[in-house]
């Protein structure tokens, strides 16, 4: 009988191998045209059943930008509700992302991303090139 069951991804006809948001990313920037203004024209990327725009995207002219060194490790992303209303914003770790695994840090502050960069990775601000374990 095990042998006769299909997993749930053949049966619905999608990938069971999950997409990096570089591959996401890319793939959306294919379809990119000049002239966005709303959020419904900005590529998402998707983690699980959530979706998220890159914060770069998101224009705030009231904000001075990130300036963490941490953004060289990762991906600023916002939270995009299915309404199309941004939420939160989230640091997710480019390293984990080539892995295959979602590291995602809420990005009030960049405690808990340079923790994860210097336990999981070995990567801390003085030695940002460092090897990968």
């Not at 749930?8 to 890319?26: C, W």
């Not at 904000?63 to 060194?69: A, L, T, V």
Request: some cysteine; aromatic content about 6%; hydrophobic content about 30%.
């Amino acid at each position: 009988m095990a042998a006769q069951q299909q997993s749930l991804e053949t049966l619905l006809g999608i990938s069971s191998q999950r997409k990096s948001l570089k591959q996401q990313l890319d793939a959306a920037s294919i379809k990119a045209e000049s002239g966005r203004t709303t959020l419904a024209d900005l590529p998402t990327v998707q983690i699980g059943c959530k979706r998220y725009i890159p914060e770069e995207y998101i224009a705030n002219k009231n904000r001075k930008g990130r300036r963490s060194w941490i953004q060289a490790h990762g991906l600023f992303l916002t939270e995009v509700s299915p309404d199309l209303r941004t939420l939160q914003t989230y640091w997710a770790c480019s390293k984990c992302d080539e892995r295959g695994k979602s590291s995602l840090f809420v990005a009030t502050n960049t405690t808990s991303p340079i923790e994860h960069l210097r336990r999981s990775h070995m990567i801390t601000e003085a030695d940002g090139n460092a090897d990968e374990d």
